[in-house]
């Protein structure tokens, strides 16, 4: 059987009146117009499964199921299951009728198939005889007995490794006088069965052309890439963090850089996914200079580090992210223009019987034509590869003279600036983005270099427009400027154009003072070449010689002399718990009350405020912040309230890792900040934050080892140099809404949980001190409730008035997490189906806890504790204990039996 468009027909004839027809001439219009169908359909749709056609079969195998589907051939038959219907119309209309208005088609038995009437070449092996291969048959009318050579799929062996193929039969029947349907003259009915086999994997490797077979489909073959995509790296440029002792020399700081990029089995598998991705669309001639390039810059004498070692940093981490960029279109490249006719003409591979990845193998894909390519991966992924040949080729570092260039934090590569390090020629500024390439734009990119840009005031000086959607500023070319050229074209800049960032230019040897406190109270320090808009650049030199930048978000004031004074952050429990701010700023969204008024502030009376006895406000102040703010922003924006409100006061910081307020100040000094939330009532708990620790109406509610000594005055002026180094003004709560979802997933895992089988034996929401009693403690020889008892014990052994001693928090209200759960999560950490696993991956995330729980001790008692006496026994179990000197009047908590 030959392919119907192995050869098409280019013309036909027309017809005139009273014309006597010849067969030629019928036949020549038909074929003229089949083949036009044909070519409309894998030209301007696609070749391959459509959708449908999938497989399934039951637990016994006696039953195969496949779904209705649409396919195309790759000459251009469009594929459906079909079943004989209504037999008498047939007759009367002398038509075959089929229907294909149905879900699926099961078959329950099979049978050897070796007369193959179409003739179809792919099924034959060199000899020419058809490849064992088995048809499947639908199921039959109850009671309707099997034909010969025909059995049940169950004496079918090994059926589930089996591939299954649809094959359009397809060959004329000789003419004959008569038929079932008419008696009269015709010419040969042409024939289209939709046959269902199955073949081994071996033989579907041999219809295929793989595995040492010829080629046959070259299409299959050529995007039959997951196995290679699968075993791809996820690569990332390791992060070059410096430290005081990293930096105190030149050397030191280039071995920073040196260490990553020096990296020989990082560029060995750099190397290697990336041959791997260009290697299998024909880019072997790019790949060997791109691989030769990367040995050349990344291969660096250790004892001969290069000036610009920094730069080729940036240059590695810009061949990753374009190496990122080319990993997600290796799969997606599914885009034929002109597919091999002779790929699978008349057969489709549906897949292995039994297969349960996501990708099937064995399974034709759908095709695409060129036309349906809407996002041109083929041309987006030609371009990746010119930009990543261009900017290997294009390394060079010439510029003499320091310019800022806007550019972005986020976003692909070819959306920011084309950096100072590259020869921007028009070859690599139209590899560079795809997008603005593809709108003939490419001219348009900002960068260093503007030769080649469009001339354009705006492209080539973008400094003076408005740059909304660009935060960040590359600040490139000071390696051979001069110090002072350097601070002076930046402080220019900074005024002209109103850029939103700072720079301090920091000797190693001469200013070794300020970088240890700056580096010892700052943690974000990155080389980008630039700075964030509202951030702080630190270009760092030895001499008159430039090193290399680091930016930091946020400003910074190394120069305003902190490094005299030291600083102590303090730790402590805010008055308001996150889920009572989560409750307050989400009964905005709520039904209205009818009874009362519904808040929509967040309401503090600042009742007391002083520093080493000066009196900071003379009144009681009221702070009041909108709940619409809040509930985008939480703590943070009480903090930056309060910070604000006290500019020559503490400096309070909420830290949503710890759940914790972070109060700063100088070392030495003291203070009372006597604080009352009045939202919904004047008569709530006054609570005072002291060096020593926390008080609730006047009772010790927390004890923190917090030690600071006596300065004899409050001194305004470092303080406003504190807020105006660390306040973290516009600091967010990590998107606020983000976790709704989690935290409902929480509690239906909370409750799941009970069920475990693994620790169903264990009481999850606990009211009664008994239910503690056989949860297994970190101590094998301990349960959870002997462990808490003997804490109470020792309590009460350290002060004899103590008696009321609760448990409350997580091992009260469903949260906690034992030793036998953290060690049944150790051999599973990989499961996204076991409950236990999933609850403490969500604890990590909304808790940022990942240990056994820690008890929650509250001593409630009516006398003044003395702290010191307890104090041996706080230390003894602050690893399993927080302990707190009252009981809040709300909560699930369980009395201690002493």
């Known amino acids: 059987m030959a392919t119907k468009l192995t050869t098409i027909t280019g013309h036909y004839h027309s017809y005139v009146e009273d014309q006597v027809l010849t067969h030629y001439q019928l036949n020549e219009t038909i074929d003229y117009f089949d083949d036009q169908n044909r070519l409309d359909r894998i030209s301007l749709t696609g070749t391959g499964i459509v959708c449908g056609f999938q497989l399934s079969a039951n637990a016994d195998y006696s039953t195969v199921t496949i779904t209705q589907g649409t396919g195309i051939t790759t000459d251009g038959d469009l594929i459906k299951l079909k079943k004989e219907t209504d037999k008498p119309l047939s007759i009367l209309l002398k038509q075959k009728l089929f229907t294909v208005d149905f879900a699926k088609i099961d078959y329950k038995s099979y049978r050897l198939f070796d007369n193959d009437k179409g003739k179809y070449l792919p099924f034959k092996d060199i000899n020419n005889v058809i490849l064992p291969m088995w048809e499947l048959l639908p199921e039959k009318p109850l009671g309707t007995p099997l034909e010969s050579g025909e059995s049940l799929l169950t004496s079918f062996v090994n059926l589930k490794d089996h591939v299954v193929i649809l094959y359009l039969e397809n060959y004329t029947k000789d003419a004959s006088l008569c038929d079932e349907i008419d008696c009269s003259n ?46 791809l790296d996820e690569l990332g440029v390791k992060k070059v963090i410096p430290t005081f002792n990293s930096t105190s020399t030149t050397n030191q700081i280039k071995q920073l850089f040196n260490t990553v990029v020096n990296d020989n089995s990082f560029r060995i598998d750099l190397i290697a996914n990336l041959s791997t991705v260009l290697s299998s669309f024909g880019y072997s001639a790019p790949l060997l200079s791109i691989v030769n390039r990367i040995n050349i810059l990344f291969t660096i004498d250790p004892n001969n580090i290069p000036a610009d070692i920094h730069y080729r940093y940036d240059l590695l981490k810009d061949i990753v992210a374009t190496y990122k960029e080319l990993k997600d279109l290796f ?40 036309l349906l390519d809407q996002n041109k991966t083929f041309s987006n992924f030609d371009s990746l590869v010119r930009r990543l040949k261009g900017i290997l080729d294009n390394y060079l570092i010439t510029a003499n003279s320091i310019k800022i260039t806007p550019s972005k934090t986020m976003g692909k590569l070819g959306a920011k600036s084309v950096p100072y390090y590259y020869n921007v020629d028009d070859n690599l500024l ?69 850029l939103d960032f700072d720079f301090y230019i920091l000797d190693i040897v001469e200013n070794a003072a300020d970088l240890k406190v700056l580096f010892n109270t700052n943690y974000s320090f990155e080389h980008k070449a630039g700075v964030k808009k509202g951030g702080t650049l630190l270009l760092l030199k030895s001499g008159a010689t ?15 002399g902190l490094g005299c004074c030291a600083i102590t952050e303090c730790m402590y429990p805010w008055i308001s718990s996150l889920k009572y701010i989560n409750n307050l700023s989400r009964s905005l969204k709520g039904t209205p009350s009818n009874i009362k008024a519904m808040p929509t502030h967040y309401i503090l009376n600042v009742r007391k405020y002083s520093i080493n006895g000066v009196n900071l406000i003379t009144a009681p102040v009221i702070v009041r912040i909108p709940l619409t703010d809040v509930f985008l922003r939480r703590l943070h924006v009480v903090m930056q309230t309060l910070n604000t409100q006290f500019p020559t006061g503490l400096l309070f910081d909420f830290i949503e890792e710890q759940k914790k307020l972070k109060i700063m100040k100088l070392d030495k000094d003291k203070f009372e900040f006597e604080v009352q939330d009045i939202t919904q009532k004047s008569t709530s708990p006054v609570y005072k934050f002291t060096e020593t620790g926390v008080t609730r109406n006047g009772r010790i509610y927390r004890a923190e080892g917090i030690t600071c000594s006596v300065l004899n005055a409050h001194n305004q002026n470092i303080y406003r140099k ?45 009211d009664n001190f008994e239910h503690f009693e056989n949860i297994p403690s970190v101590d094998v020889n301990k349960s959870v409730g002997l462990e808490l008892r003997e804490i109470a014990r020792a309590l009460r052994a350290a002060d004899t008035r103590v008696t009321d001693i609760y448990i409350g928090g997580d091992w009260t209200n469903g949260n906690w997490v034992n030793s036998t759960m953290c060690n049944y999560y150790s051999t599973m950490p990989w499961s996204t189906n076991d409950d236990i696993v999933l609850f403490i991956n969500l604890r990590k995330k909304l808790h940022n806890e990942d240990r056994v729980s820690k008890y929650m001790i509250h001593i409630n008692n009516n006398i003044n504790i003395n702290v010191s006496q307890l104090a041996g026994v706080i230390s003894l179990y602050s690893k399993k204990a927080e302990f707190y000197f009252q009981k809040p009047t709300e909560g699930n908590f369980i009395q201690i039996p002493v």
């Open 186 to 231: 015709k010419g040969g009915e042409e024939i289209f069965n939709i046959r269902v086999l199955v073949v081994s994997q071996a033989n579907a490797n041999s219809i295929i052309g793989k595995n040492g077979f010829p080629e046959k489909d070259s299409l299959y073959n050529k995007y039959d890439v997951f196995q290679k995509y699968s075993q």
């Open 331 to 370: 799969i997606q490249l599914k885009s034929e223009c002109n597919p091999s006719i002779t790929s699978f003409p008349k057969h489709l591979l549906l897949g292995v019987v039994t297969d349960n990845s996501r990708f099937k193998n064995y399974r034709h894909q759908f095709y695409k034509a060129s």
């Open 430 to 498: 139209h590899a560079w983005d795809f997008e603005k390439s593809n709108l003939y734009i490419h001219q348009t990119n900002f960068s260093y270099h503007t030769t080649n840009l469009l001339n354009n005031d705006y492209i080539k000086a973008p400094l003076g427009y408005c740059i909304d959607d660009y935060d960040f500023y590359r600040i490139e070319g000071y390696l051979n400027d001069s110090v002072d050229d350097v601070k002076t074209f930046l402080n220019a800049k900074k005024i002209e154009y109103g």
């Open 546 to 560: 430039f090193i290399t930048d680091f930016a930091i978000e946020g400003k910074i004031s190394p120069d305003s």
């Open 722 to 766: 504190i807020h105006s180094n660390y306040d973290p003004i516009n600091k967010d709560d990590d998107d606020f809404g983000r976790f709704d979802e989690d935290w409902r997933k929480w509690e239906i895992l909370k409750k799941r949980l009970i069920r475990h089988t693994a620790i169903a034996n264990y009481r999850r929401f606990i």
